[in-house]
């Protein structure tokens, strides 16, 4: 909800680009959100070229959606994404993920108990580091 | 249509006998003068339902009411059942959270109005625009589980929100709920049987849209910071850690824990350990929350062993565990945990099946009933394999279950003379831990003047002293004082505020200032003039929940209740405490109906009849309904 108040300006869970996959028997809630993968099958899907809609930034690794006039709604990036992080907006038509706020993500502003933490992205013998 | 903020604007209503659907606008009336949930609800059922409709007539109404609030990240995830109760014939309506309001308001609508009776089982299928009735037949005498599951599985999504009712909703047992997501219940007054009668068997939500927020910025800004209050507080702490079965402890701390159904009182039960937080924390292996709350109080608890090996789920909350464990006597916890599950499954409400229970164990006791009428069912106090038969019995209505489902006051009519002195209630509706209220005056004037019948959600105030939340107006050493009757009616009436503002904005009582968190009318104003754009102070906020106050207690007037019903019967006032350093305080009627003049002087009633004022009325805007009120005689 905190991620739908700030991107939309209103509430709606199905717009928010963190979500929680429910399970009521089981009593299991995992949170679905995007891993920012280095190799994004999401952008390598897009049929469109050069500067994609959904690309990564080279700069800070995030892969995100911009507003590209170009993208057609095809769906292709929510289809090659193998852990469900870009779901559709019924409203306008288009794919939503997460794209980490540019690096201040609103969830983890709200999350008072360290569920949700950003940090650096740990490479092989790296020491974590925490930006916040 | 214009463009709401907060609200989303449209109201649904649904006439089973016709199959009609409409959507109609919700007019500004209604949200700005009754805000929404249980305001507005109030309202329309005022309205549309005449006096002396029964509860299972078609021309009842069952009205779900979401908030402004609803669907925020400030644990506003409730909505409000409103209908004609079929347990006490009064003001039926009740609350509950999960995640079913939230998903009714992104779907697009405020409140849904269901009229009629359907001639087959049916359910709602509600899918944003699509609104549609579907055949139930196959889901008739599941349990809300099955249920759930399977209209999951016949729509394909295991993401939509279903409320439902179970077997005993069908068969009319007078106190059976609507349960959502499995283990959230609308619990009190029958709304399942209300269900139940208009062939409805459950409603199923899908909203993919979103609510409008008027100050996204002062929105967040708010709520953010009132969420870092909240878990600041040092009640976050021991809330969600052990959700409210912490309760049990704490009241029995204090000697008021109600044991074999009201009779001992005053000392600690020697029994506790059984049933006491701790206890029940070994079991449980996570907290579950309801949308947007970080008070997280639903405990998921699981049984590896014993008799009850292999249960699991959320299904205890302290008013099981009272009513379950020490009114029964009972204090074997994975027997309460069972007997809570089996309820949820059975779409009972717990808390008054357990009374009902304990009731009858005490009857058996008192030689009012033998094993030859319970059908060999040993009700001896403490036997939970017995509780358990008999749950199984009330939901199918078989043998003694089918008395004991007509509710306490039936029930005790049909079982004889000297049954009704073993209960406890107000208007007919039974209430939580009865035994603190032989202490607590403040809290006996709540559940007396309660406009659903006996409660522990609208007035009861649990606040001793210089605790009360609004130290400024209400200070005093008197205050909900053991025993004491002076000085109680203003926290009474300030509480009462608290609560039907929570109810009506939708947001959960365990984050007011009611239950000792941190909203306050202050916070409550400042967030509903965020995300409405109406900008509202708490001058204007205690006018509209004396407004929705007024409504609810003209309905009950127009049904024929009177100052003499504005009282608490049974055992907490019949009997003193028992035991303990207060052996011996009695109920004072004297006394009482001092303290009940101060209270009806608060919220403006005629002291002689209980009916609201006609001066008290026109200054809350409410002309037609005092002319109503003169039209058949009240005043």
Known sequence: MACSLKKTNGLGAIKSGIWIFMDDFDGINKPVVCKQCKNPPCEKACPLDNEKPIRMDKRTGIVFISNDKRCMNCYECVDACAFGAIRIDPEEGKPVKCDLCDGDPECVRWCHFGAISYRNQRRPGQRITNRR | ?635
């Open chain 2, 1 to 635: 249509m214009i463009m709401m903020h907060g609200w989303v604007g449209r109201i649904l209503r649904v006439d089973l006998s016709s199959g009609r659907i409409e959507k109609e606008p919700l007019s500004d009336y209604l949200a700005h003068n009754y805000i929404g949930g249980r305001g507005i609800n109030a309202r329309i059922i005022y309205e549309e339902v005449r006096p002396g409709v029964d509860g299972f007539d078609p021309a009842n109404l069952l009205i779900f009411g979401t908030g402004p609030l609803c669907g925020g990240p400030i644990a506003a995830g409730r909505f409000n059942v409103t209908f004609k109760s079929p347990l006490t014939n009064i003001l039926g309506d009740s609350n509950s959270g999960g995640h079913f309001a939230p998903e009714l308001k992104y779907a697009g609508y405020d409140h849904i109005i269901i009229s009629g009776r359907a001639d087959k089982p049916i359910y709602l299928w509600i899918d944003n625009e699509k609104v549609e009735i579907r055949d139930a037949q196959h889901l008739w005498g599941k349990t809300t589980d099955e249920t759930t599951q399977m209209i999951r599985e016949e729509i394909g999504d295991s993401r939509i929100r279903i409320a439902c009712i179970g077997p005993s909703g069908e068969k009319l047992v007078r106190f059976a709920c609507i349960i959502t997501d499995l283990d959230h219940a609308a619990g009190k007054m029958g709304g399942g049987a209300v269900m139940g009668s208009k062939n409805l068997k459950a409603i199923a939500v899908r909203g993919t849209g979103t609510v409008k927020i008027a100050e996204p910025e002062a929105f967040r800004r708010i709520a953010k910071d009132l969420v870092r209050r909240t878990i600041e507080n040092v009640k976050w702490a021991t809330f969600s850690l052990y959700g409210t079965t912490e309760i049990t402890d704490q009241i029995d701390r204090m000697g008021m824990l109600a044991i074999r159904n009201n009779r001992y009182t005053g000392e600690h039960w020697e029994k506790l350990e059984g049933v006491s937080a701790k206890t029940f924390k070994k079991y449980s292996t996570k907290m579950k929350a309801c949308s947007g709350c970080v008070n997280a109080c639903d405990m998921w608890l699981e049984f590896k062993e014993g008799p009850f090996s292999g249960e699991r789920g959320v299904a205890l909350e302290f008013s099981g565990i009272a009513a379950f464990g020490p009114l029964c006597d009972n204090s074997y916890a994975p027997s309460i945990f069972k007997a809570c599950k089996l309820c949820n499954e059975y779409g009972l409400d717990h808390l008054e099946c357990g009374h009902m229970i304990a009731a009858a164990m005490d009857w058996y006791d008192l030689g009012l009933i033998t094993e030859k009428d319970t059908g060999g069912v040993d009700l001896r106090w403490g036997n939970y394999w017995a509780i358990i038969e008999m749950i199984h019995k009330i939901a199918r209505r078989e043998g003694f279950g089918d008395v004991l489902a007509e509710g306490p006051l039936r029930a005790a009519e049909k079982v004889g003379p000297g049954a009704e002195d073993c209960i406890s209630h107000a208007k007919g509706s039974q209430f939580a831990n009865e035994d603190s209220y032989k202490f607590n005056r403040a809290a006996l004037l709540g559940a007396a003047t309660s406009t659903r019948g006996g409660d522990h959600l609208r007035g009861s105030l649990n606040y001793f002293g210089e605790r009360m939340p609004d130290k400024s107006k209400y200070k005093g050493p008197k205050i909900g004082n053991l025993g004491s009757y002076e000085d109680q009616a203003g926290p009474v009436y300030y509480i009462q505020t608290l609560n039907t503002l929570a109810d009506a904005l939708e947001v959960c009582k365990f984050v007011t200032a009611r239950s000792m968190q941190e909203m306050g009318l202050t916070e409550m104003a400042n967030l509903y003039s965020a995300a409405t754009g109406v900008t509202i102070d708490e001058e204007e906020l205690r006018r509209i929940a004396d407004r929705i106050w007024s409504v609810e207690r003209a309905f009950l007037v127009r049904e024929g209740i009177t100052r003499k019903d504005d009282a608490v019967y049974g055992r907490v006032t019949s009997d003193p405490v028992s035991s303990g350093p207060h052996k011996g305080l009695a109920h004072d009627q004297k006394k009482y109906d001092k303290m009940l003049d101060e209270y009806y002087d608060l919220v403006g009633w005629d002291k002689k009849t209980g009916v609201p004022t006609r001066e008290k009325l026109e200054s809350l805007g409410l002309k037609d309904i005092a002319d109503e009120l003169a039209r058949i005689g009240k005043f």
